[in-house]
């Protein structure tokens, strides 16, 4: 039919490509699904995501064939004039094809990992490209992935050559002409169908007003949001929203309403230390509360860090604002949740100057402790905000690195418990470890530290992905170990706080440790253990309320009685009347919320759709109590958003 309508050749080549591409990008929907299910997901219900996730695909397809059609209108250019010009098209279809291949190969990575597709917070990896190049390098097989990628790639090229010359066979000797009108034509559908819809474009957050979070996410293409997000690298912020919803936010955090700033002066009276305490605050790499011992997990990671949670203060319903190292440092040395949607806070100009709780810390030796490079991430300029602070990172230390990420956790530790044992005043320490992260090497210096190899169904069942996983928060467990019993020979550990609290958790199957909403709902990843460890000072207590990791800082200071100003959202959870809360943030979702004791609220800021759940089955409410309380968090989410975004940009040291 085709050839008796007598369409151009290159327009019968471009209709071969494009059925191709069709079946390509629907084989790795299909691989999507296939992968990453959850089990009671019923195939019957994801119809509705191939059919958007077809939209986004010939959006995509259509953008990748335009330029051969519009070139074309020019017959000296189409790839039927000459061989040459057939190798130029042949190869530009290659290495854009690689480009996409390569895009879905990291968006699996990312969705493997993260549980979320890939977004335009890649780009935050740009910044440093050396680091992760070479963790992608420890951690992965790259070269076999690049040359399958390859491979693909050329055999696809050897594909359109094919369909080429087949096209060319099968309309030699038929006299078809070449006619304009067919390639205006083609370019006015291919435009149309990468538009998306009449009268409105196809938006790709489309694909999260589905029915569940995995629906939507099996209907994205990532090329789309990589694309779409890319918009929301720029800090920005709307005083006039903020300065609205001060009255919401004030009446819930208990804040004077009448006050002319966000600035508050606090001096609490320890009820724990005599004289000024030392402070060894430790930022523990994705420190997911379901895979430890205090979760009650069978595998029993960590024994020992169960101990100290035993001895000390230990705050079991701990949440960061959001999923990302980066994030987490900047929470938790400003207070601030990280509401910036793409680039990360410690990368903007802004995170250059921001007041923190730590410099109110007067008459005390700061220091900062990471294995590896400050640079990554930009931890070191957001840790130069501390005033003195001294930086001991990558090239200071006596042990030798292990892999990209530095010395092993249990060699930082014990670096860092003989330069405390040297003080002759108080101090405040930051240690962020990293050793529980991809490659998860462990130090062969540590013959004395057994990896074991559960059962694959037992490491599933209890949330891990991999042996490798597994053994890694074991040898965190094993270096904190080394760190504390070190430290209770020295005479500073006596006097001194120590802080846990995880830099993020990791999203992931809980449902042997929490009900089903914990892993439905991803509080996998944000949920961390917070806890307080001072031996002889604090008593032990176990405490349910729901607490921020932006809270850990104004804690710190009313644990310690140190006065300090409070300029953000932090709140002292320890001492003071909190109410029981957590705000978080899913950047490329564009989702916020807020987790309660009772509830887990959800809405969106990039179109109309919030989202009420229960969480304390225990618990009952009517039907207009719900509605009552889904008003009230509404507001109260919107009015955590602004402010942060305002605070992001407003917090100067003083």
């Known amino acids: 039919m085709l050839f008796r309508l007598r369409i151009p050749k290159t327009l019968l080549w471009v209709l071969n490509l494009f059925i191709l591409y069709t079946l390509l990008l629907t084989a790795f929907r299909c691989l999507t699904l296939l992968l990453f299910k959850p089990a009671d997901e019923p195939f019957s219900s994801l119809l509705s995501s191939f059919l958007l996730g077809f939209r986004f695909d010939l959006r995509w397809i259509c953008l990748l064939l335009l330029p051969v059609v519009?070139?074309?209108?020019?017959?000296?250019?189409?790839?039927?004039?000459?061989?040459?010009?057939?190798?130029?098209?042949?190869?530009?279809?290659?290495?854009?094809?690689?480009?996409?291949?390569?895009?879905?190969?990291?968006?699996?990575?990312?969705?493997?990992?993260?549980?979320?597709?890939?977004?335009?917070?890649?780009?935050?990896?740009a910044d440093d490209v050396a680091i992760a190049s070479r963790m992608l390098w420890e951690s992965y097989p790259v070269f076999w992935l690049l040359l399958g990628l390859t491979v693909l790639v050329l055999t696809l090229r050897f594909l359109f050559t094919r369909l080429h010359g087949s096209v060319l066979a099968k309309t030699e000797g038929k006299g078809i002409l070449y006619k304009r009108k067919w390639f205006l034509l083609t370019a006015f559908v291919f435009v149309f169908c990468a538009y998306g819809g009449f009268p409105h474009p196809l938006a790709w957050n489309a694909a999260f007003k589905m029915k569940d979070d995995f629906s939507g996410y099996l209907a994205l293409n990532p090329l789309q949001t990589v694309f779409s997000t890319l918009g929301n690298r720029k800090p920005h912020f709307d005083e006039g929203k903020a300065k609205d919803l001060y009255p919401v936010l004030s009446d819930w955090m208990g804040w004077d309403k009448n006050a002319a700033s966000y600035k508050k002066i606090e001096n609490p009276a320890s009820k724990y230390f005599a004289s000024k305490p030392n402070v060894v605050l430790v930022v523990c790499e994705s420190f997911s509360m379901y895979k430890t011992s205090m979760s009650g997990n069978a595998l029993n990671t960590t024994p020992y860090i169960k101990s100290l949670c035993d001895s000390g203060l230990f705050f079991n319903r701990c949440f960061t604002p959001h999923f990302s190292t980066a994030r987490g440092m900047f929470a938790i040395v400003t207070g601030i949740p990280d509401v910036q949607l793409a680039k990360f806070s410690t990368r903007t100009d802004a995170a250059k100057n921001q007041h923190t709780i730590i410099n109110n810390f007067e008459g005390y030796n700061k220091f900062y402790f990471l294995g590896g490079s400050p640079a990554f991430n930009n931890f070191e300029g957001l840790m130069q905000n501390v005033n003195g602070v001294q930086m001991e990172t990558e090239g200071a230390f006596v042990s030798k690195p292990i892999d990209v990420w530095g010395i092993s956790d249990k060699n930082l530790f014990l670096e860092a418990n003989k330069l405390f044992a040297q003080q002759r005043q108080p101090f405040f320490a930051v240690i962020q470890t990293s050793d529980n992260h991809p490659p998860y090497t462990i130090a062969?210096?540590?013959?004395?530290?057994?990896?074991?190899?559960?059962?694959?169904?037992?490491?599933?069942?209890?949330?891990?992905?991999?042996?490798?996983?597994?053994?890694a928060m074991r040898y965190f467990d094993y270096s904190v170990e080394h760190f504390i019993e070190s430290a209770k020979k020295e005479a500073y550990f006596n006097n001194t706080l120590f802080v846990f609290v995880g830099d993020h958790g990791v999203a992931g199957n809980a449902t042997a440790m929490y009900q089903k909403e914990w892993t439905e709902n991803r509080l996998t990843e944000m949920h961390v253990p917070l806890f307080f460890y001072a031996p002889g000072h604090i008593p032990q207590q176990t405490r349910d309320d729901v607490v921020s990791q932006i809270d850990v800082l104004s804690s710190i200071a009313g644990v310690c009685g140190q006065k300090h100003v409070n300029s953000t959202l932090g709140r002292d959870v320890v001492n003071g009347q909190n109410n029981h809360s957590a705000f978080f943030i899913r950047h490329d979702e564009g989702e916020i919320g807020l987790i309660s004791d009772d509830f887990y609220f959800t809405k969106n800021i990039l179109f109309e759709k919030e989202k009420l759940q229960l969480l304390n089955a225990k618990a009952s409410y009517t039907k207009p109590q719900l509605d009552s309380v889904q008003k009230r968090l509404s507001a109260v989410t919107s009015g955590y958003l602004e402010t942060a975004r305002w605070m992001l940009m407003n917090n100067k040291k003083f």
Do not use: H, M
């Not at 189409?78 to 042949?90: E, F, G, I, L, M």
């Not at 480009?99 to 335009?120: K, P």
């Not at 013959?447 to 490491?459: A, C, N, T």
């Open 70 to 125: 519009l070139v074309s209108t020019v017959p000296q250019f189409s790839p039927y004039y000459s061989v040459r010009n057939k190798k130029a098209w042949t190869w530009y279809l290659a290495l854009a094809t690689f480009f996409v291949v390569l895009i879905y190969t990291i968006d699996f990575g990312c969705f493997a990992y993260y549980r979320v597709r890939l977004g335009a917070t890649v780009f935050n990896f």
């Open 444 to 471: 062969e210096e540590d013959k004395d530290f057994v990896q074991q190899e559960p059962d694959k169904i037992e490491l599933e069942k209890y949330g891990f992905e991999s042996v490798a996983q597994y053994n």
